[in-house]
């Protein structure tokens, strides 16, 4: 069955860098976009971005572009989002969702959700 | 960016009650709504897409309606496995965005 498994929780201070792996199974991964989607304690879902896997070509909230990198392995059929520059509102769980196989932006399933705790 | 407003923020009902959540956009977005159930501590789940369209293995239970800025989801009787948070989210343009959520509790 189509599976999203996500990396394990992280901790980490602000200023760092944080890498967040989303690896897919049971369907062709470039047939589709993969899109990463946060939630903060308490808060609305927030979507990040988008990679399209197959030509690697992104697009991502204005909000955070600056500090975000989504990317892609197709050998290993694992997307990735990469955050520069934590704040402690990063402090959230992160979310990997695939999109339809026409890029409609509706997301299903989703990954497990990771974790990234931004601290002192 | 389109706002999406969700009422009410939370709910209180019954098993075998009706219920019905609805969400609002700031701008018409056509068709372009979808909405996902929630569990606690577990990622969001598809329920509609486009509006009005049941998402595999949903059950017949769950429907939605609307287009353009207004949208509702509606639940005909609710089971115990029902409860859960509710969002809407808009597909039209990016960012794509959702309602801050309707939290359904039992009554």
């Known amino acids: 069955q189509v599976q999203l498994l996500q990396s394990g929780a992280e901790v980490k201070k602000p200023g760092a860098s944080v890498k967040v792996s989303c690896k897919a199974s049971g369907y062709t991964f470039t047939s589709y976009a993969m899109h990463w989607v946060r939630q903060a304690p308490g808060q609305r879902l927030e979507w990040m971005g988008w990679?399209?896997?197959?030509?690697?070509?992104?697009k991502y909230s204005q909000k955070l572009q600056d500090r975000v990198t989504i990317t892609r392995d197709t050998s290993a059929n694992t997307a990735y989002m990469e955050l520069r520059s934590l704040r402690s509102e990063d402090t959230a769980v992160y979310y990997c969702?695939?999109?339809?196989?026409?890029?409609?932006?509706?997301?299903?399933?989703w990954g497990q959700g990771t974790l990234v705790t931004v601290s002192s | 960016d389109i706002q999406m407003t969700q009422s009410p923020s939370s709910l209180s009902a019954s098993v075998g009650d009706r219920v019905t959540i609805t969400c609002r956009a700031s701008q018409s977005i056509s068709s372009y709504l979808n909405w996902y159930q929630q569990k606690p501590g577990k990622a969001p789940k598809l329920l509609i897409y486009?509006?009005?369209s049941l998402h595999s293995g949903v059950p017949s239970r769950f429907s939605g309606s609307g287009s353009g800025t207004d949208f509702t989801l509606t639940i005909s009787s609710l089971q115990p496995e029902d409860f859960a948070t509710y969002y809407c989210q808009q597909s039209h343009s990016t960012p794509y965005t959702f309602g801050q959520g309707t939290k359904l509790e039992i009554k």
């Open positions: 486009a509006a009005s």
């Open positions: 990679i399209k896997t197959g030509d690697g070509k992104t």
């Open positions: 969702a695939r999109d339809t196989p026409l890029w409609e932006n509706w997301f299903d399933p």
